[in-house]
């Protein structure tokens, strides 16, 4: 039996239906857990293959390659009829009605706000209201007041209006949680090393757990997430991999996520501080309102 011959029993198993988009319909999937997309994907890419893909893919025998490495994506490339980017422009079309799991950092005392108002984008005039009730608990932060406005005018408008998720909470939790020990990053901007430990000092470092719907993603982070995963799917058939790839991949949602979206959260004791010299920081607090 060839391995070609093992991909089409796998497809003709499963029921779905070869090069289909509507496989992606309402399909919920999480780039953590390859079952919940590789199957899916193998189904859609088939009608694509050249007849001698197997050949040239060589599904199941290990390449010493980095996760990473661009090669597995112009494996693919071998292997497929046609342009590829013709491929992953259809494919990042068809991922448009599906569902992604992600997540996003943040602090609060409430994570209940999320799970009753879903995630809205950055909105200045809430975080400087935000300041001013910091202010109003620490008034030995007055005296730093007078900088604040020019500070804020350095910090002019990143990220206005949007909003941040992941598709690896590994990465977040490694590399940036910044974002679960002082939450907002304009708060931390404008406090500066002077006052932000004041932001440790509210509510609970907080993981939300979110079912994207990728139709509130932008069509470019769409085009990138297709490329990761035509790339990833490569790696998965031919070296069978036990851990996925631990990507940074971060989608800038230009509106808000229902809350019907919001589907999870759970508030890490341990995490690495970036912006301390990546030196260790244990949480007091482990719990919030919504969960207390
Ligand atoms: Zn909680």
Redesign the pocket.
Known sequence: MTDYMDISEIIASSGLSPGDDDLWRDHHFDWKNADTWVPRLTAWLQPHFRKDFSRRLRPGQERDLDMDDLEWFSILERCLKGNIDDHLEQFSMALESSVMRIYHGCRTED?GIYFRNGLLPHDQAILEQRLEAILARHPELEVFRANFEQRINNIGEIDKGCLYGVIDDTCLLERAAHYLIYGSEWLCAVLREDGRHVLKEIG?P?LLEVDLPLYLASKSDRRELACALFTEWTRQVCNKPTQHHQIDFTFAIHSSIPSSCIVG???PKTLIDPLSGYRSYVSPVT??????
Request: glycine letters at 0%; charged letters at 10%; proline letters at 0%.
């Open positions: 994570a609970a907080t959260h759970r508030h719990y919030c309102a919504y969960c207390a």
